[in-house]
């Protein structure tokens, strides 16, 4: 049923709710009772002057009465419909139900809400157990000093006769690693207790390394536009050491340089004026802009993923890894998740890439994720690198940028579904899972 035809429906209602009769109520607002009876039962349309004037004997704005308070009820029940399509919930009578049954309606949609929340922290927590280095080690650590000082302890409790040189080293040996438990434990719980913090401190270089790079926008003005002869490098050391209150590590600085060489690289190879300005001409389509540009793909994107605010490219996210699938650079586009730690989902055209070095790959996708967004993706395998041999087969790296899609670009070809990584992903068929998904029947 139209949401408009609802609005009878809603008449009835302010009216019980103020105590009116329908013969009063008609008679004020100068109609029969018999039509106000047809309206309130949805069997007539209502609008412009009467409806002004039954909100107005209703005391009720008329926007009350042709919209609904229950709007935002049918849309977190047609997400509720979306989330589990093999319920069988009726589309068509999602409207009818909000209006006849509006205490029902908050109540199906709060549980549903409260379950999106609690999945979002399931996914959050159970990645994070399941894949966070730091954890992991932390917890090895604990268990390790615990099982020590169970050994030690046991052994003094079984052997009546010891050495007291002996019994000396094995109080010495429980009271060191007590100490080492102790300290590992405060630790662990000031990590956990900061896991939600946005200035605690991070667990592993490529934290502090995105850290890093989301202070300054994944752009540097710095290495912009450097005179000609300057390489830099000075300009590259000042920003690190201005960095280090995030690049605690030396791993951390270490990919920070390298990550801040290759900017430099890009950007005296593509000048932020002339990118800029083949990027009017072009749109943010990289492969236009490689050609136009005559350089690799890439760069292209990279380029893309680091322009600044207001450059004309919009919203661009960025993903890279090296041969083994390792991500090794995030740069987040809001809607498209991606994995704090572990592996990421094996369909992404950035892992396709690999299989195919110097082809590039144009993807339209769509994430498995709550918000479900579509996007467009372009993928490339390039070398970065040779090993000590000239002759040797190259190293590469893998590149993806991704373009936010609004829902009129249908040209652009049939979404690939992918997800975030298996572990988080409610998909019940797919070729390359690895594992189980806690979003399976029984979460």
Same mark, same amino acid.
């Given at each position: 049923?139209?949401?408009?035809?609802?609005?009878?429906?809603?008449?009835?209602e302010?009216?019980?709710?103020?105590?009116l009769?329908?013969s009063?109520v008609?008679?004020?607002?100068g109609?029969?009772?018999?039509?106000?009876?047809?309206i309130e039962?949805?069997?007539?349309?209502?609008?412009g002057?009467?409806?002004l004037? !039954?909100?107005?004997? #209703?005391?009720?704005?008329p926007?009350?009465?042709s919209?609904g308070a229950e709007?935002?009820?049918?849309?977190l029940?047609r997400?509720?419909?979306a989330a589990?399509p093999?319920?069988g919930?009726?589309?068509?009578?999602?409207e009818?139900?909000?209006?006849r049954f509006?205490g029902?309606a908050r109540?199906?949609?709060?549980?549903?809400?409260?379950?999106?929340d609690?999945?979002h922290?399931?996914?959050?927590?159970? =990645?994070?157990?399941?894949? =966070?280095?730091?954890?992991?080690?932390?917890l090895?650590?604990?268990l390790?000093t615990?099982?020590?000082?169970?050994?030690?302890?046991? !052994?003094?409790?079984?052997?009546r006769?010891l050495?007291?040189?002996?019994r000396?080293?094995f109080?010495?040996?429980?009271?060191?690693d007590?100490?080492?438990?102790?300290n590992?434990s405060q630790?662990?719980?000031?990590?956990?207790?900061?896991?939600?913090e946005t200035d605690a401190a991070?667990?592993?270089p490529?934290?502090e390394l995105e850290a890093?790079l989301n202070?300054h926008?994944?752009?540097?003005?710095a290495?912009?536009?450097?005179?000609?002869g300057?390489?830099?490098?000075?300009?590259i050391?000042?920003? #690190?050491?201005?960095?280090q209150?995030?690049l605690h590590s030396?791993s951390a600085?270490?990919?920070a340089?390298?990550?801040l060489?290759?900017?430099l690289d890009d950007?005296r190879?593509?000048?932020?004026?002339?990118?800029t300005?083949?990027?009017?001409?072009?749109?943010?389509?990289?492969?236009?802009?490689?050609q136009v540009?005559?350089?690799?793909?890439?760069a292209?994107m990279?380029?893309?993923?680091?322009?600044?605010?207001?450059?004309?490219?919009?919203?661009?996210g960025m993903?890279?890894?090296?041969a083994?699938?390792?991500l090794i650079?995030?740069k987040?586009?809001?809607?498209f998740a991606l994995?704090?730690?572990g592996a990421?989902?094996?369909?992404?055209? #950035?892992?396709?890439?690999?299989?195919r070095?110097?082809?590039?790959?144009r993807?339209?996708?769509r994430?498995?994720?709550?918000?479900?967004? $579509?996007f467009?993706?372009?993928a490339?395998?390039?070398?970065?690198?040779?090993?000590? =041999?000239?002759?040797?087969?190259?190293?590469y790296e893998?590149h993806?940028?991704? &373009?936010?899609? =609004?829902g009129?670009?249908?040209?652009?070809?049939e979404?690939?579904? &992918?997800? $975030?990584n298996?572990? !988080?992903c409610?998909?019940?068929?797919?070729a390359?899972?690895?594992?189980?998904s806690?979003?399976?029947?029984?979460?």
């Amino acid at each position: 049923m139209p949401q408009r035809q609802l609005v009878g429906a809603r008449i009835r209602e302010r009216r019980m709710i103020a105590g009116l009769r329908q013969s009063e109520v008609a008679r004020r607002a100068g109609i029969s009772a018999s039509y106000l009876n047809l309206i309130e039962h949805n069997r007539r349309r209502i609008g412009g002057k009467l409806l002004l004037d !039954i909100a107005q004997v #209703l005391g009720v704005e008329p926007a009350n009465l042709s919209e609904g308070a229950e709007a935002a009820l049918i849309t977190l029940l047609r997400e509720a419909r979306a989330a589990d399509p093999m319920a069988g919930a009726e589309a068509e009578a999602l409207e009818d139900f909000a209006g006849r049954f509006p205490g029902w309606a908050r109540l199906l949609a709060g549980r549903h809400r409260r379950a999106v929340d609690l999945e979002h922290t399931v996914e959050t927590l159970t =990645d994070r157990l399941a894949h =966070d280095p730091h954890l992991a080690a932390a917890l090895h650590d604990m268990l390790s000093t615990v099982t020590a000082i169970r050994a030690t302890a046991g !052994i003094l409790a079984d052997t009546r006769e010891l050495e007291p040189e002996w019994r000396d080293r094995f109080h010495r040996n429980i009271n060191e690693d007590s100490a080492r438990l102790a300290n590992s434990s405060q630790a662990l719980v000031s990590y956990l207790d900061a896991a939600g913090e946005t200035d605690a401190a991070l667990s592993s270089p490529q934290e502090e390394l995105e850290a890093f790079l989301n202070a300054h926008g994944y752009h540097f003005d710095a290495l912009e536009n450097l005179p000609e002869g300057a390489d830099g490098t000075d300009r590259i050391g000042a920003m #690190l050491e201005e960095g280090q209150e995030r690049l605690h590590s030396a791993s951390a600085q270490a990919m920070a340089r390298a990550y801040l060489e290759r900017y430099l690289d890009d950007a005296r190879r593509l000048p932020l004026r002339q990118f800029t300005k083949a990027l009017l001409r072009t749109g943010p389509d990289p492969a236009a802009l490689s050609q136009v540009l005559n350089t690799d793909l890439a760069a292209v994107m990279r380029r893309l993923a680091t322009l600044p605010e207001g450059a004309g490219a919009g919203p661009v996210g960025m993903v890279s890894c090296d041969a083994s699938g390792t991500l090794i650079l995030r740069k987040p586009l809001p809607g498209f998740a991606l994995p704090r730690f572990g592996a990421a989902c094996p369909l992404w055209p #950035l892992f396709q890439a690999l299989s195919r070095p110097l082809s590039p790959i144009r993807q339209v996708v769509r994430q498995s994720a709550r918000e479900g967004g $579509v996007f467009l993706t372009y993928a490339v395998a390039q070398p970065c690198a040779r090993r000590g =041999d000239p002759l040797s087969d190259p190293l590469y790296e893998a590149h993806m940028m991704m &373009l936010p899609l =609004d829902g009129d670009a249908q040209d652009k070809g049939e979404p690939l579904e &992918l997800g $975030v990584n298996c572990r !988080i992903c409610p998909r019940e068929s797919c070729a390359g899972r690895r594992e189980p998904s806690i979003l399976t029947d029984g979460f």
